[in-house]
């Protein structure tokens, strides 16, 4: 029977590694942490993420052939092929700070794979790395080998949080990156015979070592791009008078275009987008490339800009002040259907309007208090001025409350944001909404998700991003 161990059990290496056992019923895949509370969760019948469809995939091979475990040492030691997908968060301090990636935790995955192997091993990088990690990752391996024969190989994860489950089931592609010789081309056919369970031959990818970790730079970046592209056009819009739907479908009808990644919002988020593009920033000027450097930089100034954008939007349709009023914020993750606040735009758009001293009531169906007062504490590597809240129960704080239901969010608000796109909140019942709020009362769509014209026809004053504005 193969052996497959995952370092890291997160958002990434849990569900990847479900399916993988899910699909693979002859194989025996071991997720391994550091965290005793993440494992014990996967353990549990309270999963440590969010994810629709992944309880049951978990419920149907944990303990047969999926297990999750923090004997870390013991499990990769047994393996045949090694994944890492540890986080890779940015630099914060020293080299690079700001931009390049952390390999810290790769490294001490790869230092421990050394340590404890007795058997020869595939190691399979599964978190985003910059282009030439494999070659840093050879190093410490073979310098350390005793003798054991280790390939490499670059096998990036394209699924997006909140489907999750159904991009692993039916991926666009799976890439595999490694070296083109007689070991490294076993060792890919070996990763290749894993997914051959499930993905068709055709959308499974094999390249070299560096298109592998670049393609995944490369592929966020892209992502990115169309959203702050739409994005810059929804400012145009609103100075104009056109509206940004009907434009982004005109132009997605351009078979070359097409129509999916081209929602104007407030801004994309999540821990994936920002700092892979960063990371890219960061190797384009170490290979003397400033001018490429400059043009994915502009990808997230358009993404600041665009938060900045909505923020003033509400301060100034408010009359230049939200001091002391209450705005409920509806959505804190950084997209629906999950729990993941990492870099949301919800983080920078409350910090903005609580900067302006306005009271925030919050909901969002998934994310939970601690999370929510962590996010707004945090001080940002660029923050200034960390919000200070009061070690007391939310419901006391005094700036921020955080709340279990829309209606009690929305009770004597001046205003309501929609910062991600739940179903929930198009289904809501405006009109009770608009009767137990001050007037006037404004809604601010960041996700252009309610029927704008059913709002004004209640008497709501509505902001949709890049539409024409309520006079
Ligand atoms: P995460 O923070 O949710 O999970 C990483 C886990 O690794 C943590 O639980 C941490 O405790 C564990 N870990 C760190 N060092 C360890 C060690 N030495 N031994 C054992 N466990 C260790 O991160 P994630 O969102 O799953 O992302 C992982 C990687 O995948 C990142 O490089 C990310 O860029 C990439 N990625 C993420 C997504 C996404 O949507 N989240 C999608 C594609 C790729």
Same mark, same amino acid.
């Given at each position: 029977?193969?052996?497959?161990?995952?370092?890291?059990?997160?958002?990434?290496?849990?569900?990847?590694?479900?399916?993988?056992?899910?699909?693979?019923?002859?194989?025996?895949?071991?997720?391994?942490?550091?965290?005793?509370?993440?494992?014990?969760?996967?353990?549990?019948?309270?999963?440590?993420?969010?994810?629709?469809?992944?309880?049951?995939?978990?419920?149907?091979?944990?303990?047969?052939?999926?297990?999750?475990?923090?004997?870390?040492?013991?499990?990769?030691?047994?393996?045949?092929?090694?994944?890492?997908?540890?986080?890779?968060?940015?630099?914060?301090?020293?080299?690079?700070?700001?931009?390049?990636?952390?390999?810290?935790?790769?490294?001490?995955?790869?230092?421990?794979?050394?340590?404890?192997?007795?058997?020869?091993?595939?190691?399979?990088?599964?978190?985003?790395?910059?282009?030439?990690?494999?070659?840093?990752?050879?190093?410490?391996?073979?310098?350390?080998?005793?003798?054991?024969?280790?390939?490499?190989?670059?096998?990036?994860?394209?699924?997006?949080?909140?489907?999750?489950?159904?991009?692993?089931?039916?991926?666009?592609?799976?890439?595999?990156?490694?070296?083109?010789?007689?070991?490294?081309?076993?060792?890919?056919?070996? $990763?290749?015979?894993?997914? *051959?369970?499930?993905?068709?031959?055709? =959308? #499974?990818?094999?390249? &070299?070592?560096? +298109? %592998?970790? $670049?393609?995944?730079?490369? *592929?966020?970046?892209?992502?990115?791009? =169309? #959203?702050?592209?739409? &994005?810059?056009? +929804? %400012?145009?819009?609103?100075?104009?008078? *056109?509206?940004?739907?009907?434009?982004?479908?005109?132009?997605?009808?351009?078979?070359?275009?097409?129509?999916?990644?081209?929602?104007?919002?407030?801004?994309?988020?999540?821990?994936?987008?920002?700092?892979?593009?960063?990371?890219?920033?960061?190797?384009?000027?170490?290979?003397?490339?400033?001018?490429?450097?400059?043009?994915?930089?502009?990808?997230?100034?358009?993404?600041?800009?665009?938060?900045?954008?909505?923020?003033?939007?509400?301060?100034?349709?408010?009359?230049?002040?939200?001091?002391?009023?209450?705005?409920?914020?509806?959505?804190?993750?950084?997209?629906?259907?999950?729990?993941?606040?990492?870099?949301?735009?919800?983080?920078?758009?409350?910090?903005?309007?609580?900067?302006?001293?306005?009271?925030?009531?919050?909901?969002?169906?998934?994310?939970?208090?601690?999370?929510?007062?962590?996010?707004?504490?945090?001080?940002?590597?660029?923050?200034?001025?960390?919000?200070?809240?009061?070690?007391?129960?939310?419901?006391?704080?005094?700036?921020?409350?955080?709340?279990?239901?829309?209606?009690?969010?929305?009770?004597?608000?001046?205003?309501?944001?929609?910062?991600?796109?739940?179903?929930?909140?198009?289904?809501?019942?405006?009109?009770?909404?608009?009767?137990?709020?001050?007037?006037?009362?404004?809604?601010?769509?960041?996700?252009?998700?309610?029927?704008?014209?059913?709002?004004?026809?209640?008497?709501?004053?509505?902001?949709?991003?890049?539409?024409?504005?309520?006079?």
């Amino acid at each position: 029977m193969v052996k497959i161990c995952c370092i890291g059990a997160g958002y990434v290496g849990g569900p990847t590694m479900a399916v993988i056992a899910l699909k693979c019923p002859k194989i025996e895949v071991v997720v391994v942490d550091i965290s005793v509370s993440r494992i014990t969760a996967w353990n549990s019948e309270q999963l440590p993420i969010y994810e629709p469809g992944l309880d049951d995939v978990v419920k149907e091979c944990r303990g047969r052939n999926l297990f999750f475990s923090t004997d870390v040492e013991k499990h990769v030691a047994e393996a045949d092929i090694v994944f890492v997908s540890v986080n890779t968060p940015t630099k914060t301090t020293g080299l690079g700070a700001g931009k390049a990636a952390d390999l810290t935790y790769w490294e001490s995955a790869a230092r421990m794979i050394a340590d404890v192997s007795k058997s020869d091993k595939i190691v399979v990088e599964k978190s985003t790395v910059p282009v030439k990690t494999a070659e840093a990752i050879e190093k410490i391996l073979t310098h350390n080998s005793k003798g054991i024969n280790y390939q490499i190989l670059s096998n990036p994860e394209f699924l997006a949080e909140g489907t999750a489950i159904q991009d692993l089931f039916h991926p666009d592609r799976v890439l595999i990156g490694g070296r083109e010789t007689p070991a490294g081309l076993k060792a890919v056919q070996a $990763l290749k015979d894993v997914y *051959a369970q499930w993905v068709p031959d055709e =959308r #499974i990818l094999t390249t &070299n070592l560096w +298109s %592998a970790e $670049l393609s995944k730079l490369a *592929a966020n970046a892209f992502l990115a791009q =169309r #959203i702050s592209s739409v &994005n810059a056009m +929804s %400012a145009l819009c609103e100075a104009t008078g *056109a509206d940004v739907t009907q434009v982004a479908y005109a132009v997605g009808k351009d078979s070359r275009i097409g129509q999916k990644f081209l929602n104007a919002s407030v801004g994309f988020g999540g821990s994936c987008f920002q700092k892979d593009i960063l990371n890219l920033v960061y190797i384009c000027e170490c290979n003397g490339l400033p001018e490429v450097a400059e043009y994915w930089k502009q990808v997230i100034k358009v993404n600041d800009y665009q938060k900045n954008r909505f923020v003033n939007r509400v301060v100034a349709s408010m009359f230049n002040t939200v001091s002391n009023k209450k705005i409920a914020v509806l959505g804190f993750a950084f997209k629906k259907d999950t729990g993941d606040t990492r870099e949301t735009p919800a983080i920078d758009v409350c910090k903005g309007l609580l900067g302006d001293k306005a009271r925030l009531s919050i909901y969002d169906p998934q994310v939970t208090e601690d999370q929510i007062q962590r996010d707004l504490t945090m001080n940002k590597f660029d923050w200034d001025h960390p919000i200070h809240l009061q070690p007391t129960s939310p419901t006391t704080v005094k700036q921020v409350s955080v709340v279990w239901d829309a209606y009690e969010a929305t009770k004597d608000a001046h205003a309501v944001c929609i910062l991600t796109e739940w179903d929930e909140f198009k289904k809501l019942d405006y009109k009770r909404i608009f009767d137990n709020m001050q007037k006037p009362a404004f809604v601010f769509d960041g996700r252009n998700i309610v029927n704008a014209d059913e709002l004004r026809q209640i008497g709501f004053i509505v902001y949709s991003i890049g539409k024409p504005l309520d006079s």
